[in-house]
């Protein structure tokens, strides 16, 4: 046992296990409280033995843990295919917003940020953590609130939180969370991400975000070679994301506007004639006014379709003619080198009809 004594009088008393001098290790010698402590032999006469730790070694300790922590984090986000297309610089960035979050066996993870009280992307360093529900599912009848998975290192759960249109996005089933180890997991809001990094749809291009954009055919220059990821990127950047409820109309029989849209979330139906067809999630639909656009030079043309509708609560990412030329290489080869071109040239438009076509588009907004 010991004794802790202030000018003389003893003040505390300590047994095996407990901590002495906590605050000491915080503040410096001027403020550090100034004691004495002495051993109490016990009945037999033995002394106490004590483990001491100064403010030098303390710092140290904190500071190479700190590294360590700063480099696990870092090279999750390096070796996660989610992150593969973000900038560098910005990996960097990312890394240090990223908070820790310790747990315990049995615990039930938040899938929520306590103070803003939205949804996390959260990724596990260490443990093993399973996710129940928690679905995204094509169609919302395919959704299964008992589905689960394992996430160990590496692995995530709240991916929609930083899709382009992720501040629009929701779970078709609960999302529960709970540890089947002890570990450590870290997690981001929506909001810290862009005030650290930059707004997803700018930055980020996701695998998801990559395969949906590689497969709308109205954007690709020649349709046997690929969209490169900043393509890509500048594309997702200049979409604009829109939410539909069930059964809102997204366009109608008379709309001669020209644009490709990409169903981010949902379904959205089709009517033509009699008959109607279905666009899930990765969808694309508009690509043969679009085309037609562009052959003929005229802005606006008959639409292809009797109304489009949503069949659900969903969310499409629109890209507008004008829109389109704004992009840097809407009218270049994949060398950069002359108009835009495809195998049979006779149906892509020459290179004065897209000059007229910009500026029609020029004095006549395209919605």
């Known amino acids: ?35 004495v402590i002495r051993v109490k032999p016990d009945a037999s006469g033995r002394g106490a033995s004590v483990m001491r730790i100064d403010q030098k070694t303390y710092r140290h300790i904190l500071q190479t843990q700190s590294n360590k922590s700063d480099q696990d984090r870092l090279q999750l986000i390096q070796t996660m295919p989610y992150f593969e297309h973000l900038n560098p610089q910005l990996q960097k960035k990312l890394a240090t917003a990223l908070k820790p979050m ?64 992720g501040d629009l996005m929701w779970l078709d089933t609960p999302l529960k969370v709970k540890a089947e180890s002890e ?31 590689q497969h709308i055919e109205g954007l690709k220059m020649n349709k046997f070679m690929d969209l490169s990821i900043s393509e890509m990127q500048d594309t997702q950047s200049i979409m604009t994301n829109k939410f539909y409820k069930a059964n809102e109309t997204i366009l109608d029989a008379h709309d001669t506007s020209v644009a490709l849209y990409l169903v ?29 656009a562009l052959a003929t030079g005229v802005p606006t043309v008959k639409p292809d379709h009797d109304g489009v509708v949503a069949k659900s609560d969903c969310i ?23 108009p835009r071109q495809s195998v049979k040239k006779t149906a892509l438009p020459e290179k004065a009809k897209q000059a007229e076509l910009k500026k029609k588009l020029s004095t006549k907004k395209v919605t």
């Open 316 to 338: 499409c990412s629109k890209l507008a003619l004008e829109d389109f030329f704004k992009l840097p290489w809407s009218q270049l080869d994949r060398q950069g080198k002359s």
């Open 264 to 292: 981010r979330q949902g379904t959205v139906k089709i009517k033509k004639g009699r008959f109607h067809r279905l666009k899930i999630a990765g969808g694309c639909f508009g690509e043969e006014v679009f085309h037609s």
């Open 183 to 213: 570990g450590v997991a870290y997690f981001i809001d929506r909001q810290t991400f862009e005030a650290v990094v930059g707004k997803p749809k700018d930055v980020l291009l996701t695998p998801q975000a990559a395969f949906d954009i």
């Open 1 to 35: 046992t010991l004794s802790v004594e202030v000018d003389g009088k003893e003040v505390a008393e300590a047994k095996a296990g407990d901590t002495i001098g906590d605050t000491n290790l915080y503040h410096s010698s001027q403020m550090r409280q100034k004691s």
């Open 102 to 165: 310790a747990f315990g066996k049995g615990d039930r993870i938040p899938v929520v940020h306590d103070s803003s009280g939205k949804d996390i992307l959260c990724i596990v360093s260490r443990g093993r953590l399973v996710c129940r529900g928690g679905d995204r599912a094509a169609l919302a009848a395919d959704a299964n609130p008992k589905a689960t998975r394992p996430v160990t290192r590496g692995q995530y759960f709240g991916d929609h939180v930083l899709e382009a249109a």
